[in-house]
């Protein structure tokens, strides 16, 4: 790999903060918020998720940018971690 390349592979996004990938905690206020974060996870194709609760999810950043994108209601209580 060349030194362009490897400037390229390493580069920061337009807003110069790297790109966040991690395992993100979000939670659910209704059962309701949860089937429509399902349907939503569904049609995109990135259902895949953990739950040790009935209202919490650990998920990837991806996910969460996901259910975001499609307009599901949740609390991300990783955000600012």
């Given amino acids: 790999m060349d030194r362009q390349q490897r400037q ?30 399902i349907r ?14 009935l209202d919490e999810w650990a998920v990837r950043t991806d996910v969460v940018r996901a259910l975001q994108a499609g307009g599901v209601a949740f609390e991300w209580l990783t955000e600012n971690v």
Avoid: M, W, Y
Wanted: net charge positive.
């Fill in 40 to 53: 939503v996870l569904l049609e995109c194709g990135n259902l895949n998720l953990s739950s040790t609760k």
């Fill in 8 to 37: 390229a592979a390493t580069a920061l996004p337009a807003n110069g903060a790297p790109e966040r990938n991690r395992l993100e905690i979000i939670r659910f206020a209704t059962a309701d918020a949860q089937r429509h974060a």
